[in-house]
């Protein structure tokens, strides 16, 4: 074959030779290997990638690598996203060189909200060695739609806590954690304890949550922090403060009872000043979903006001408060309410009264010196038909810190006194006037030995004159094996000197209630200890948080209510009141779906003169659920069901069992928002379970309130943010 034939022969085919090569080499497909970690150099698994202009997406494996398949030469932006984690996105040349690692950056929900004043330390929630629960932002917000004039709600539908209605006509109230009697749980505004005492029964129905930042709760004894009283734990309600915006809202509600709340809030900071102010009239109906003739909701007016000023200085801040609240709350026979005839009534007048002051001033880089003052005055009547008590209860507070603040550590060591006096207005037989001063020192450090290992641990020495000195040693770890699990372990000791309210002698109206015996009694005194794990993780979209917590009281000599001859006395009993039980908290997220699922076990038991009993006004088994779906700043709707187990009563017999349902929703227009809530919509009532008195309507014998008493009740308003 000559040359010539033989190059026309053979080029058309190295033609279609190079441009098959060409076409290869244009449209070449390349893989990207990306290893994804955290702050730790952790591997993580479960990460989202997401190539937004192919609309390509890979989850990490197990061993935290994302593999790009079949990906075409050039620039390639990539997204990271992860629960838990800041979103991250990176710009890739394809083909890469080698596999490339990615650093994820924890970023946890509302850190900003959740900073911890309870501990005193102010650290963020997940870096506290003492478990702290808080109910803050979109979950405060939902549940003050609910109920604008009251925080008795927003506190009985978080686990491990029952609000425990102590009247059945005037609606009064206490709080229980982990079985134990409300008088054993701490109530706190901004560290100040201004709720105690002869006031503890009206407290949840007069603090509006409009003007609350966040509100927390630490279960089992907190004492060394605050003083007597914290056994069960306490509850730390903070107010808010001027931020960078001026905050001006306004809020308005009515329900189907016949309950109105108008409320507003105005904050702003200036150049070296700041003010917020609170103002709100809530009011209420004498309202009767049995038909029985008496009030599940009794008629009440009440006025609150709550400025605050704020001076902002180089080294020197003061804030100063004052709270006014006036009530008028009258409940009972539905006629007496009405037409003033003849009929059992209960009627509460309280005005409060309270004063705050707080002063920091940083000496140097490393101290600084805190001093909070605080002033409450009560005065309390109440009249039962032929019945009167009342009485003015003076309470002061004093506080002065030493904060050292290092690179790992935060000492705190500090001098207290509290002072409270008691003097009643109508005596009757016997004056039941009461004083007593607690001068106390207490210290605290907590100390970050690693980054996995926090510890705090603290000690408090009290004297009360009539009942001796109180040591109090308390310690909590915490241990992080990794980015997703914390685990705490924690306990201390705790004392609550005799005093004349409680749950028990509330329930009685103080009628015949005897002065306290100084010489025969003594502080109540515990050991409480509790263990919980904490994991967060995901799959994909989906967020994944699960909380489970172990927990142990053991209260010894308790003060019981006894009757004697000439009436009721508090006597300290021979025995121990113990509680233990457990409490599980998940959180399922995705995309705009949230749902909170809380079950608590609580095991409470009365072991007193050589008798085993349960103790009363307990449910063993609880269980909350929580459906939310929200658009942010668009819409928010919600499904609830609790179920509540028996409960074993003081008369010996035994409650049912029951279910509350409820349902909310929420759109938002631009500043306004309006918002409509079923409260127990299937009427779940206790007077649908049997009678909740014995005796004539004109004298009853009430027995205990263990399950709702005002049924279905709808409410709706608007929420406006100027």
């Given at each position: 074959?000559?040359?010539?034939?033989?190059?026309?022969?053979?080029?058309?085919?190295?033609?279609?030779?190079?441009?098959?090569?060409?076409?290869?080499?244009?449209?070449?497909?390349?893989?990207?290997?990306?290893?994804?970690?955290?702050?730790?150099?952790?591997?993580?698994?479960?990460?989202?990638?997401?190539?937004?202009?192919?609309n390509?997406?890979?989850?990490?494996?197990?061993?935290?690598?994302?593999?790009?398949?079949?990906?075409?030469?050039?620039?390639?932006?990539?997204?990271?996203?992860?629960?838990?984690?800041?979103?991250?996105?990176?710009?890739?040349?394809?083909?890469?060189?080698?596999?490339?690692?990615?650093?994820?950056?924890?970023?946890?929900?509302?850190?900003?909200?959740?900073?911890?004043?309870?501990?005193?330390?102010?650290?963020?929630?997940?870096?506290?060695?003492?478990?702290?629960?808080?109910?803050?932002?979109?979950?405060?917000?939902?549940?003050?739609?609910?109920?604008?004039?009251?925080?008795?709600?927003?506190?009985?539908?978080?686990?491990?806590?029952?609000?425990?209605?102590?009247?059945?006509?005037?609606?009064?109230?206490s709080?229980r954690?982990?079985?134990?009697?409300?008088?054993?749980?701490?109530?706190?505004?901004?560290?100040?304890?201004?709720?105690?005492?002869?006031?503890?029964?009206l407290?949840?129905?007069?603090?509006?949550?409009?003007?609350?930042?966040?509100?927390?709760?630490?279960?089992?004894?907190?004492?060394?922090?605050?003083?007597?009283?914290?056994?069960?734990?306490?509850?730390?309600?903070?107010s808010?403060?001027?931020?960078?915006?001026?905050?001006?809202?306004?809020?308005?509600?009515?329900?189907?009872?016949?309950?109105?709340?108008l409320?507003?809030?105005?904050?702003?900071r200036?150049?070296?000043?700041?003010?917020?102010?609170?103002?709100?009239?809530?009011?209420?109906?004498?309202?009767?979903?049995?038909?029985?003739?008496?009030?599940?909701?009794?008629?009440?007016?009440?006025?609150?006001?709550?400025?605050r000023?704020?001076?902002?200085?180089?080294?020197?801040?003061?804030?100063?408060?004052?709270?006014?609240?006036?009530?008028?709350?009258?409940?009972?026979?539905?006629?007496?309410?009405?037409?003033?005839?003849?009929?059992?009534?209960?009627?509460?007048?309280?005005?409060?009264?309270?004063?705050?002051?707080g002063?920091?001033?940083?000496?140097?880089?490393?101290?600084?010196?805190?001093f909070?003052?605080s002033?409450?005055?009560?005065?309390?009547?109440?009249?039962?038909?032929?019945?009167v008590?009342?009485?003015?209860?003076?309470?002061?507070?004093?506080?002065?810190?030493?904060?050292?603040?290092?690179?790992n550590?935060?000492?705190?060591?500090?001098?207290?006194?509290?002072?409270?006096?008691?003097?009643?207005?109508?005596?009757?037989?016997?004056?039941?006037?009461?004083?007593?001063?607690?001068?106390?020192?207490?210290?605290?450090?907590?100390?970050?030995?690693?980054?996995?290992?926090?510890?705090?641990?603290?000690?408090?020495?009290?004297?009360?004159?009539?009942?001796?000195?109180?040591?109090?040693?308390?310690?909590?770890?915490?241990?992080?094996?990794g980015?997703?699990?914390?685990?705490?372990?924690?306990?201390?000791?705790?004392?609550?000197?005799p005093?004349?309210?409680?749950e028990?002698?509330?329930?009685?109206?103080?009628?015949?209630?005897?002065?306290?015996?100084?010489?025969?009694?003594?502080s109540?005194?515990s050991?409480g200890?509790?263990?919980?794990v904490?994991?967060?993780?995901?799959?994909?979209?989906?967020?994944?948080?699960?909380?489970?917590?172990?927990?142990?009281?053991?209260?010894n000599?308790?003060?019981?209510?006894?009757?004697?001859?000439?009436?009721?006395?508090?006597?300290?009993?021979?025995?121990?009141?113990?509680?233990?039980?457990?409490?599980?908290?998940?959180?399922?997220?995705?995309?705009?779906?949230?749902?909170?699922?809380?079950?608590s076990?609580?095991?409470?038991?009365?072991?007193?003169?050589?008798?085993?009993?349960?103790?009363?006004?307990?449910?063993?088994?609880?269980?909350?659920?929580?459906?939310?779906?929200?658009?942010?700043?668009?819409?928010r709707?919600?499904?609830?069901?609790?179920y509540?187990?028996?409960?074993?009563?003081?008369?010996?017999?035994t409650?049912?069992?029951?279910?509350?349902?409820?349902?909310?929703?929420?759109?938002?227009?631009?500043?306004?928002?309006?918002?409509?809530?079923?409260?127990?919509?299937?009427?779940?009532?206790?007077?649908?379970?049997?009678?909740?008195?014995?005796?004539s309507?004109?004298?009853?014998?009430?027995?205990?309130?263990?399950?709702?008493?005002?049924?279905?009740?709808?409410?709706?308003?608007?929420?406006i943010?100027?």
């Amino acid at each position: 074959m000559d040359r010539q034939k033989m190059i026309k022969r053979i080029f058309p085919n190295f033609l279609i030779l190079v441009f098959f090569l060409f076409s290869n080499a244009v449209n070449a497909q390349y893989q990207l290997k990306i290893r994804v970690v955290n702050d730790e150099k952790k591997i993580l698994t479960g990460v989202t990638a997401l190539i937004e202009k192919i609309n390509k997406t890979v989850i990490a494996d197990k061993n935290g690598e994302v593999i790009f398949e079949d990906l075409a030469a050039g620039n390639c932006s990539i997204l990271f996203t992860h629960v838990g984690y800041k979103e991250k996105r990176i710009d890739v040349q394809i083909p890469a060189e080698s596999s490339i690692e990615v650093l994820l950056e924890e970023a946890h929900e509302h850190e900003e909200e959740v900073i911890i004043m309870a501990t005193r330390t102010s650290r963020t929630i997940y870096d506290l060695p003492t478990r702290v629960e808080v109910i803050s932002g979109e979950e405060l917000e939902e549940k003050s739609n609910m109920k604008p004039g009251e925080i008795r709600m927003l506190l009985n539908e978080s686990t491990g806590i029952q609000i425990q209605q102590t009247s059945a006509t005037s609606y009064n109230s206490s709080i229980r954690i982990q079985g134990l009697d409300g008088r054993y749980t701490q109530l706190l505004r901004d560290g100040y304890p201004v709720y105690g005492g002869f006031s503890g029964g009206l407290s949840l129905l007069q603090v509006s949550p409009l003007d609350l930042k966040q509100v927390e709760v630490i279960k089992g004894s907190v004492s060394t922090l605050y003083g007597g009283g914290a056994i069960a734990g306490l509850v730390n309600l903070v107010s808010k403060t001027p931020g960078e915006k001026q905050e001006l809202n306004f809020l308005t509600n009515f329900t189907s009872a016949g309950g109105s709340d108008l409320s507003g809030f105005y904050s702003q900071r200036f150049t070296k000043t700041g003010v917020t102010v609170f103002a709100s009239r809530n009011t209420g109906k004498e309202f009767d979903p049995a038909g029985i003739g008496f009030s599940a909701i009794p008629k009440f007016t009440r006025y609150s006001i709550h400025p605050r000023v704020f001076f902002y200085g180089e080294r020197l801040n003061v804030d100063v408060g004052v709270n006014f609240i006036t009530e008028d709350r009258l409940g009972g026979s539905i006629d007496f309410i009405r037409k003033r005839e003849t009929g059992y009534f209960e009627n509460n007048q309280t005005k409060r009264f309270t004063t705050q002051l707080g002063i920091q001033y940083v000496l140097n880089k490393e101290n600084r010196l805190g001093f909070k003052s605080s002033f409450s005055y009560l005065e309390r009547l109440l009249e039962a038909q032929a019945y009167v008590f009342g009485g003015e209860q003076k309470t002061l507070f004093s506080e002065l810190t030493l904060t050292t603040e290092k690179e790992n550590s935060i000492l705190i060591t500090g001098l207290n006194f509290i002072n409270e006096r008691f003097d009643e207005i109508y005596s009757g037989a016997s004056v039941r006037d009461y004083a007593f001063a607690v001068p106390g020192a207490f210290m605290q450090h907590s100390w970050k030995t690693s980054d996995a290992v926090s510890i705090e641990s603290g000690l408090r020495l009290d004297h009360a004159a009539d009942f001796g000195w109180e040591l109090l040693p308390r310690i909590s770890f915490l241990y992080k094996p990794g980015a997703k699990t914390t685990l705490r372990i924690g306990g201390g000791k705790g004392y609550k000197m005799p005093g004349l309210f409680s749950e028990e002698s509330e329930r009685i109206l103080f009628k015949n209630l005897l002065p306290l015996d100084i010489n025969n009694l003594q502080s109540e005194r515990s050991t409480g200890a509790n263990v919980d794990v904490n994991y967060r993780t995901g799959l994909g979209a989906l967020g994944i948080s699960f909380n489970h917590l172990f927990f142990y009281t053991r209260l010894n000599r308790p003060l019981m209510l006894t009757q004697v001859t000439g009436g009721y006395r508090f006597e300290n009993s021979d025995g121990f009141i113990d509680t233990k039980g457990m409490e599980t908290n998940i959180k399922l997220t995705y995309e705009a779906l949230k749902l909170f699922i809380g079950y608590s076990f609580t095991d409470a038991q009365r072991k007193l003169n050589g008798t085993e009993t349960r103790l009363a006004m307990t449910s063993k088994h609880r269980l909350n659920n929580v459906l939310m779906f929200e658009k942010e700043g668009k819409f928010r709707s919600g499904f609830e069901a609790y179920y509540f187990s028996p409960q074993f009563l003081n008369d010996g017999t035994t409650g049912k069992s029951y279910w509350i349902f409820g349902l909310m929703g929420e759109v938002i227009f631009g500043k306004i928002a309006v918002f409509v809530n079923f409260e127990n919509f299937t009427d779940t009532r206790q007077t649908r379970m049997g009678s909740i008195y014995s005796g004539s309507v004109l004298d009853p014998q009430f027995k205990d309130i263990y399950a709702p008493l005002d049924g279905f009740v709808m409410n709706g308003g608007l929420r406006i943010k100027l």
